[in-house]
Nanobody, 116 residues
């Protein structure tokens, strides 16, 4: 079992930056892929970015060039650096972990609000 704790959400003006963190604990040896999803108001949950155990990254087209996902295996933490934020980035952001045995684990979510 893996537990995830997210932090770093908040209110930011358009064009600003924010950095999300997600620390994993428990059976960390199960972790394969780590990533971030988000759910905006009145919209379905969407995948934002992923990073594999080897460091391979993938991004949604809507955030490519603005967001950067990274991973620190020494402390089992995944980060999402968000730059040039837009109002449409406003959403609850959720950390997600996939294990080598095909299990998924979710954080409780952190709210990002982009507004003037």
């Amino acid at each position: 079992q893996v537990q995830l704790a997210e932090s770093g959400g908040g209110l930011v003006e358009p064009g600003g930056s924010l950095r999300l963190s997600c620390a994993a604990s428990g059976n960390i040896f199960m972790i394969n892929v780590m990533g971030w999803y988000r759910r905006a108001p009145e919209k379905e949950r969407e995948l934002v970015a992923t990073i594999s155990s080897g460091g391979r990254t993938s991004y949604a087209d809507s955030v490519k060039g603005r967001f950067t996902i990274s991973r620190d295996n020494s402390n089992n933490t995944v980060y999402l650096q968000m730059n040039s934020l837009k109002p449409e980035d406003t959403a609850h952001y959720y950390c997600n972990v996939k294990s080598w045995s095909y299990r998924e684990f979710w954080g409780q979510g952190t709210l990002v609000t982009v507004s003037s």
